[in-house]
T-cell receptor, first 115, second 110 residues
Framework: GENVEQHPSTLSVQEGDSAVIKCTYS??????FPWYKQELGKRPQLIID?????GEKKDQRIAVTLNKTAKHFSLHITETQPEDSAVYFC??????????????FGTGTRLKVLA | NAGVTQTPKFRVLKTGQSMTLLCAQD?????MYWYRQDPGMGLRLIHY???????AKGEVPDGYNVSRLKKQNFLLGLESAAPSQTSVYFC?????????FGPGTRLTVT
């Protein structure tokens, strides 16, 4: 079945440094890739997404890149701040032609920004 | 707009007991999902629905049943709870793309 692998599982960076989280997906027909941030005890919340017809998308300090050939996509956070500390999840949505919107999530990355 | 709400927020069950988790959304979304979240395993899809009256199995459906009798509600049932079902359960809903998550239900089975 569909699978999304996410690395690393934990990541510690100094405040002001950059953080990169990588995901690989198995279904080559996947065409939509959202990223979620989950703070402790809270619900996952969408922070950025990318569609398969776009190679990169940026929103202030966060950016996502997509390599469809290699079937991987990455989240980049620049100038990290303590409030960026959270668990981040990637997800992939299988093909629209399947008639469903079934999201498969990665296992999460716990990011810790050290002050 | 309340968005996506879940009832209850916390529950403790004994092995073998049954319960129903309720998810409600007021955004007129067609698609609804139930996920469970366990440490180190991310969010795993239990069941989902693409419209009123329809349901489908996700990655980990065993031990759970669902119903979508009304568009705004998606119920998750545990007929005979097991300790392996101790988890945080998240409901989500979506239109064409982005799932919006509810606040979660923390379930402990002893």
């Amino acid at each position: 079945g569909e699978n999304v692998e996410q690395h690393p599982s934990t990541l510690s960076v100094q405040e002001g440094d950059s953080a990169v989280i990588k995901c690989t997906y198995s279904d080559s027909a996947s065409n939509y890739f959202p990223w979620y941030k989950q703070e402790l005890g809270k619900r996952p919340q969408l922070i950025i997404d990318i569609r398969s017809n776009v190679g990169e998308k940026k929103d202030q300090r966060i950016a996502v890149t997509l390599n469809k050939t290699a079937k991987h996509f990455s989240l980049h956070i620049t100038e990290t701040q303590p409030e960026d500390s959270a668990v981040y999840f990637c997800a992939a949505s299988p093909s629209l032609t399947s008639g469903t919107y079934k999201y498969i999530f990665g296992t999460g990355t716990r990011l810790k920004v050290l002050a | 707009n309340a968005g996506v709400t879940q009832t209850p927020k916390f529950r403790v069950l004994k092995t073998g007991q049954s319960m129903t988790l309720l998810c409600a959304q007021d955004m007129n979304h067609e698609y609804m999902y139930w996920y469970r979240q366990d440490p180190g395993m991310g969010l795993r899809l239990i069941h989902y629905s693409v419209g009123e009256g329809t349901t489908a199995k996700g990655e980990v459906p065993d031990g759970y049943n669902v119903s979508r009798l009304k568009k705004q509600n998606f119920l998750l049932g545990l007929e005979s709870a097991a300790p392996s079902q101790t988890s945080v359960y998240f409901c989500a809903s979506s239109t064409d793309r982005v799932p919006y998550f509810g606040p979660g239900t923390r379930l402990t089975v002893t």
